[in-house]
């Protein structure tokens, strides 16, 4: 069973999880970042690393974000766009997938900074509607 990180990361995107990551299964988007569900190893080193709390185990994940092991899978690459079943995505990612520009995110294996205010906004709820589908661009 895979990791992936949740809403809990939208706005955040600390990168403690990178810097512990044997197998360097971390994708980066604009505002946070994923885990590449067929090279996951379950190792588990990531999850106590996230000051978000934003990284879970695929069958542990918390009432109403089911949802985000898809996000993962398509925004990792993982998973064709078309195939997602997109239930309880925001739309802008519905419509960020479907756009003729959409790409799989980059991969990172190195630490960087958080966002600007990322210790304010980690603990804040209902985040997903504000996560961006576009992969970090430096």
Do not use: R
Not at 11 to 30: H, L, M, W
């Amino acid at each position: 069973m895979p990791y992936i990180v949740g809403e809990a990361c939208v706005n955040c995107k600390y990168t403690d999880c990178v810097d512990v990551c044997p197998v360097s299964c971390f994708y980066e988007g604009e505002n946070m970042l994923v885990i590449h569900p067929d090279e996951c190893i379950d190792c588990s080193a990531c999850e106590p690393e996230c000051p978000a709390t934003a990284i879970y185990a695929d069958h542990d994940t918390p009432e109403g974000q089911d949802h985000w092991a898809e996000i993962n899978a398509v925004f990792s690459g993982t998973k064709e766009p078309g195939d997602a079943d997109t239930t309880g995505w925001p739309q802008q990612l519905i419509d960020g997938i479907k756009a003729a520009d959409f790409a799989v995110w980059p991969n990172i294996t190195e630490t960087k900074d958080a966002l600007p205010d990322a210790d304010a906004k980690a603990k804040e709820e209902g985040k997903a509607t504000q996560m961006s589908p576009k992969g970090f661009s430096g």
